[in-house]
């Protein structure tokens, strides 16, 4: 490492920043109830949530990996992400007009309590085991990425050598001290900071890059624009070209609904406002925090790469690692502690409300916490059992990732998300638009066959067509799980 950028000095920075963490749950977590832990007692003010959904939304995944796909090959190269980004903000718009006034309407805890409602308990059930088999899916990928950056960097080096699992032990352990007892009333603040933590980061990197290159911001943003890494709109390669604009931004769109908007991590911030309106609100400034944001992500790879072939350096076997390697070989000791604060952040502030969510959701979906009887110190001790059980289901998830990943981690993500999330998109997409009843004892195979259609189908388009759905995965899963609840849906009696 450069300087005397050592293992010790970064452990201790990373005790500080969790000692901050801790503060900040001791102070908002005193007489924390049911209620605060799993909507914040509808108090949360929405400047605050937007702050933070941008945090939620970017996670550790983001701060590594799209600067890392600039430069590489297939999707999300140059700066073709932001095709994405845009389709987000549609999927966004659907989300603030259509999603959250019906979760707002039905005074939701859970967003899945809808599907209820809607079709009956078998797809209540349904689309929240998606949900977690969904989060976990995803959460787990994001710190397994944080893991194996301190695995090969700070803890599984000379002369500290901790085995994988330790690092994958202690990161989960820091999760669940913060957040097991004030819940979403915690989160909220604490999202918010490392939001802002991490875009420092990433803002005095680019600076730092600039100083050793000799260059200003204008002469880095020159530098950019000038480069093979700033083309933003890929419309020439057809829908068989991975960054095809028309394939990204629909595929955005949908991404953007199904794991914001169906998603009870990143809702439950939203439907914690006291009402609609505020929500909006958070929303909407949300959107734009979140446009400036991915560029700023962007520009940062494009400097990353330039900065690479101006000084040299061989690149790293996986675009992941090349934001984290340079930032801890090749910069200053300085620029490498703010790295590592930037990437915790990133990390932990999806992370550690998607362990509040998946205890919400279970407790509330499949525990029933809000029809039991059981008093209030009862549901509490239920729920922090609920909180460590999943906290030992994301570790064996990532061990396992461990074992099996081979791809830029920001795609497996997608992937993933394309399979587990499309029953979802199909049972609210159905349940909205249409007045139909179904029998919701089929619910299940209908929503188990729509993903395995899916893949098969997909898998067939690419060896035999040589089309690639990519993330449009999505919407094929969505369509196949909606034309199955139209087959098991009740027939109206006729009239005579």
Same mark, same amino acid.
């Given at each position: 490492?450069?300087?005397? $950028?050592?293992?010790?000095?970064?452990?201790?920075?990373?005790?500080?920043?969790?000692?901050? *963490?801790?503060?900040?749950?001791?102070?908002?977590?005193?007489?924390? %109830?049911?209620?605060?832990?799993?909507?914040?007692?509808?108090?949360?003010?929405?400047? @605050?949530?937007?702050?933070?959904?941008?945090?939620?939304?970017?996670?550790?995944?983001?701060?590594?990996?799209?600067?890392?796909?600039?430069?590489?090959?297939?999707?999300?190269?140059?700066?073709?992400?932001?095709?994405?980004?845009?389709?987000?903000?549609?999927?966004?718009?659907?989300?603030? /007009?259509?999603?959250?006034?019906?979760?707002?309407?039905?005074?939701?805890?859970?967003?899945?309590?809808?599907?209820?409602?809607?079709?009956?308990?078998?797809?209540?059930? /349904?689309?929240?085991?998606?949900?977690?088999?969904?989060?976990?899916?995803?959460?787990?990928?994001?710190?397994?990425?944080?893991?194996?950056? *301190?695995?090969?960097?700070?803890?599984?080096?000379?002369?500290?050598?901790?085995?994988?699992?330790?690092?994958?032990?202690?990161?989960?352990? @820091?999760?669940?001290?913060?957040?097991?007892?004030?819940?979403?009333?915690?989160?909220?603040?604490?999202?918010?900071?490392?939001?802002?933590?991490?875009?420092?980061?990433? /803002?005095?990197?680019?600076?730092?890059?600039?100083?050793?290159?000799?260059?200003?911001?204008?002469?880095?943003?020159?530098?950019?624009?000038?480069?093979?890494?700033?083309?933003?709109?890929?419309?020439?390669?057809?829908?068989?070209?991975?960054?095809?604009?028309?394939?990204?931004?629909?595929?955005?769109?949908?991404?953007?609904?199904?794991?914001?908007?169906?998603?009870?991590?990143?809702?439950?911030?939203?439907?914690?406002?006291? %009402?609609?309106?505020?929500?909006?609100?958070?929303?909407?400034?949300?959107?734009?925090?979140?446009?400036?944001?991915?560029?700023?992500?962007?520009?940062?790879?494009?400097?990353?790469?330039?900065?690479?072939?101006?000084?040299?350096?061989?690149?790293?076997?996986?675009?992941?690692?090349?934001?984290?390697?340079?930032?801890?070989?090749?910069?200053?000791?300085?620029?490498?502690?703010?790295?590592?604060?930037?990437?915790?952040?990133?990390?932990?502030?999806?992370?550690?409300?998607?362990?509040?969510?998946?205890?919400?959701?279970?407790?509330?979906?499949?525990?029933?916490?809000?029809?039991?009887?059981?008093?209030?110190?009862?549901?509490?001790?239920?729920?922090?059992?609920?909180?460590?059980?999943?906290?030992?289901?994301?570790?064996?998830?990532?061990?396992?990732?461990?074992?099996?990943? %081979?791809?830029?981690?920001?795609?497996?993500?997608?992937?993933?998300?394309?399979?587990?999330?499309?029953?979802?998109?199909?049972?609210?997409?159905?349940?909205?638009? /249409?007045?139909?009843?179904?029998?919701?004892? @089929?619910?299940?195979?209908?929503?188990?066959?729509?993903?395995? $259609?899916?893949?098969?189908?997909?898998?067939?388009? *690419?060896?035999?067509?040589?089309?690639?759905?990519?993330?449009?995965?999505?919407?094929?899963?969505?369509?196949?799980?909606?034309?199955?609840?139209?087959?098991?849906?009740?027939?109206?009696?006729?009239?005579?």
């Amino acid at each position: 490492m450069t300087g005397q $950028l050592t293992p010790a000095l970064i452990l201790t920075t990373i005790a500080l920043y969790f000692a901050t *963490l801790i503060g900040i749950s001791w102070l908002t977590s005193r007489r924390a %109830n049911n209620a605060d832990f799993f909507i914040a007692g509808r108090k949360s003010p929405w400047w @605050l949530i937007a702050i933070g959904m941008v945090g939620a939304s970017i996670s550790g995944v983001t701060f590594i990996s799209i600067p890392g796909a600039v430069g590489g090959a297939g999707a999300n190269q140059a700066f073709s992400y932001m095709q994405m980004v845009f389709g987000y903000l549609l999927g966004y718009f659907v989300i603030a /007009t259509v999603l959250m006034p019906v979760y707002y309407r039905l005074n939701l805890t859970s967003i899945y309590s809808y599907l209820d409602q809607r079709f009956g308990h078998s797809s209540n059930k /349904t689309g929240a085991a998606y949900f977690l088999l969904s989060r976990v899916i995803g959460s787990a990928f994001r710190l397994y990425l944080v893991a194996i950056v *301190l695995d090969r960097f700070v803890l599984g080096v000379p002369p500290l050598n901790v085995p994988f699992w330790v690092t994958v032990f202690i990161t989960i352990v @820091l999760i669940w001290v913060y957040t097991f007892k004030g819940g979403l009333k915690t989160i909220i603040w604490t999202d918010a900071l490392q939001a802002l933590l991490f875009l420092a980061a990433v /803002t005095m990197t680019i600076v730092s890059i600039g100083g050793e290159l000799g260059k200003d911001l204008g002469g880095l943003i020159g530098m950019v624009q000038q480069s093979e890494y700033s083309k933003i709109f890929f419309f020439e390669g057809g829908w068989g070209d991975p960054n095809n604009f028309f394939k990204q931004f629909f595929a955005g769109a949908l991404i953007a609904i199904v794991m914001t908007g169906l998603d009870q991590d990143m809702m439950q911030k939203n439907i914690s406002c006291p %009402n609609i309106r505020d929500a909006q609100k958070n929303m909407f400034t949300f959107c734009i925090v979140l446009v400036f944001t991915n560029l700023l992500f962007l520009t940062l790879g494009a400097l990353l790469y330039l900065y690479a072939g101006q000084t040299g350096m061989e690149l790293p076997a996986r675009s992941d690692y090349l934001y984290p390697m340079i930032a801890l070989e090749h910069l200053s000791p300085a620029l490498g502690i703010i790295f590592m604060v930037g990437l915790i952040a990133a990390a932990y502030s999806s992370a550690d409300s998607a362990l509040t969510a998946l205890t919400t959701s279970f407790c509330v979906d499949f525990l029933n916490f809000e029809k039991s009887d059981n008093p209030e110190a009862g549901q509490q001790r239920t729920r922090r059992w609920v909180h460590v059980g999943f906290s030992f289901v994301l570790m064996g998830t990532i061990l396992i990732f461990k074992v099996l990943n %081979n791809d830029a981690v920001i795609n497996e993500v997608f992937k993933a998300a394309g399979y587990t999330y499309g029953p979802l998109l199909g049972l609210f997409t159905f349940g909205m638009l /249409t007045k139909i009843q179904i029998k919701d004892s @089929l619910v299940i195979p209908v929503c188990l066959a729509a993903p395995v $259609l899916t893949w098969l189908i997909v898998d067939a388009s *690419l060896k035999y067509a040589g089309f690639d759905f990519g993330f449009l995965n999505l919407a094929l899963n969505g369509l196949l799980t909606m034309a199955g609840l139209w087959l098991i849906s009740k027939k109206s009696p006729r009239i005579s």
